[in-house]
């Protein structure tokens, strides 16, 4: 699966930002769909996934409330809506898959996209 990640840039703090990430290649259906993100100097954080059907969605407690994952298979696409941004959540963000289901883990993820900055101003 190639995954292209898009929708980061510049906003104020408790503005909105709609990131999106396209695959191609393998059927994007078989796959849990997570988000993590990468801010300078810190490791990566996972941020949400989300399964195969959307049934499943699962939150890193820092964004419960504030973002919502979704995804359409017919699009072959995962989004991430954003919404009362704050200057902590300026990072990369970067879409991933797995084919292990709702894992909260990197190194469970088989394929990455190429990632999106999110800047967040106070």
């Known amino acids: 699966v190639q995954l292209q990640a898009s929708g980061g840039g510049l906003v104020q703090a408790g503005g909105s930002l709609r990131l999106s990430c396209a695959g191609s290649?393998?059927?994007?259906?078989?796959?849990?769909m997570g988000w993590f993100r990468q801010a300078p100097g810190k490791e990566s954080e996972f941020v949400a996934v989300?399964?195969?059907?959307?049934?499943?969605?699962y939150y890193v407690d820092s964004v419960k409330g504030r973002f919502a994952i979704s995804r359409d298979n017919a699009k072959n696409s995962v989004y991430l809506q954003m919404n009362s941004l704050k200057p902590e959540d300026t990072a990369v963000y970067y879409c991933?898959?797995?084919?292990?289901?709702?894992?909260?883990?990197?190194?469970?993820?088989?394929?990455w996209g190429q990632g999106t900055l999110v800047t967040v101003s106070s």
């Open positions: 991933a898959a797995t084919a292990r289901g709702v894992v909260r883990s990197p190194s469970e993820y088989d394929y």
């Open positions: 290649g393998r059927p994007f259906s078989k796959y849990g």
């Open positions: 989300i399964s195969w059907n959307g049934g499943i969605i």
